[in-house]
């Protein structure tokens, strides 16, 4: 394989979801294995289901089809709402949808009527992060509609945290949302099934001792703790998993003793503010000996394969700039052009690459 890639050990991803499966059924919690970050490589999906997850979780039509296209019929969640457009995709996949919008679900159950087939719902409840949900004093007169509208049936409410406003899934909003469960089966004699309190944010939470008493929450959908082992409010690694599971590797195509300063006169780079430490800025003493070297290496990856401020490069090594194209490091000694480079990718540099063209994935087992 030529260009940069991603190198995916799916041994340790399974290890991770084996691991987050047992610890989260000891308190009754099913897990929905997220998959967008790979964008439903269905090779990812079977070690997902051999770990043990209930369901598949994607926010994209696009990657729920290209696993039911590689024969997965494991249930699935489209956890975004669904697009009008895609609505017709969205009932023919066999999903269950996440949803938050009145007019959305009108539509589901108009199509669900006309191809014959019910269409779950799991009804998103906004618990103060201020992304997807209904508003909590709102939600029983959804919930009426749901019932109310042919073809759809009521899976289970759900909520998602952390996302767009860091809010931290805590024992209160966690507890408002078996509420919430509480007051529907009450009012209308139903059973809500799912109670999906969150993402890998809610671990902390969900496996923390006292917080989770009497909660109802019994099902999390987990995408960056099982691929990089990382929870993501502080972006600590998980005991007992792997963080080593992904690798970006790009190859060298320039290696220059420079120096560390730029010349001529200075307005804005192509992308702002330089990525990563600007060495030019840091006080000589906490330099790193890569930039002392004086060798600056380019990798033949940029923005467009990465979300370069979350590479982190080997020891000894030091990323000082990005652009488009370019990966630009201060490194110990001159890398030779052709030389294989490789970074260990948060979750944001993962998504961009899994998502780049220019990228190729490459499934390893350790
Ligand atoms: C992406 C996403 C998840 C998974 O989040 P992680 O932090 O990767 O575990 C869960 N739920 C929703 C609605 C999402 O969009």
């Known amino acids: 394989m030529t260009g940069p890639r991603l190198e995916i050990d799916l041994d340790k991803i399974g290890h991770n979801a084996r691991t987050l499966v047992a610890d989260s059924?000891?308190?009754?919690?099913?897990?929905?294995?997220?998959?967008?970050?790979?964008?439903?490589?269905p090779a990812l999906a079977v070690v997902m289901l051999e770990a043990g997850v209930v369901a598949l979780g994607d926010s994209r039509i696009e990657n729920i089809e290209t696993m039911r296209a590689a024969g997965i019929e494991a249930p699935m969640v489209l956890i975004r709402s669904p697009m009008p457009s895609q609505i017709p995709r969205v009932v023919d996949?066999?999903?269950v949808s996440a949803n938050s919008e009145l007019e959305v679900l009108g539509l589901l159950s108009a199509q669900a009527v006309r191809r014959?087939?019910?269409?779950?719902?799991?009804?998103?409840?906004?618990?103060?992060?201020?992304?997807?949900?209904?508003m909590g004093d709102r939600l029983l007169g959804v919930v009426?509609?749901?019932?109310?509208?042919?073809?759809?049936?009521?899976?289970?409410?759900?909520?998602?945290?952390?996302?767009?406003?860091g809010v931290v899934p805590d024992a209160l909003n966690m507890g408002h949302l078996s509420d919430h469960a509480d007051a529907i089966e009450a009012r209308f004699g139903v059973e809500v099934a799912m109670i999906s309190g969150g993402n890998s944010a809610n671990l902390a939470w969900a496996l923390g001792s006292r917080s989770r008493e009497r909660s109802r929450i019994n099902n999390l959908r987990l995408g960056e703790s099982i691929l990089l082992g990382r929870e993501p409010l502080g972006r600590t690694p998980i005991d007992g998993l792997f963080t080593d599971t992904v690798t970006l590797v790009g190859e060298v195509i320039e290696s220059i003793r420079k120096p560390l300063r730029p010349w001529g006169n200075r307005a804005q780079s192509a992308f702002g503010e330089p990525t990563g430490d600007d060495p030019t800025s840091d006080e000589r003493t906490r330099r790193p000996a890569a930039c002392n070297s004086g060798w600056q290496t380019i990798v033949a990856i940029g923005h467009q394969d990465t979300d370069p401020a979350g590479l982190c490069p080997a020891e000894g090594h030091q990323i000082i700039g990005a652009s488009s194209?370019?990966?630009?490091?201060?490194?110990?000694?001159?890398?030779?052009?052709?030389?294989?480079?490789?970074?260990?990718?948060?979750?944001?540099?993962?998504?961009?690459?899994a998502t780049s063209p220019f990228v190729g994935l490459e499934v390893r087992s350790s």
């Open 25 to 41: 059924a000891a308190v009754g919690i099913s897990i929905t294995a997220v998959t967008k970050a790979l964008l439903g490589l």
């Open 93 to 95: 996949s066999g999903v």
């Open 116 to 134: 014959g087939i019910d269409h779950g719902v799991l009804l998103m409840v906004e618990l103060g992060d201020l992304r997807e949900g209904v």
């Open 144 to 165: 009426a509609r749901v019932l109310a509208l042919p073809c759809l049936e009521l899976r289970g409410i759900g909520a998602n945290l952390a996302c767009r406003s």
């Open 325 to 353: 194209d370019h990966l630009v490091l201060a490194t110990e000694r001159r890398m030779p052009p052709g030389a294989e480079m490789s970074f260990q990718p948060n979750y944001s540099a993962l998504l961009r690459s």
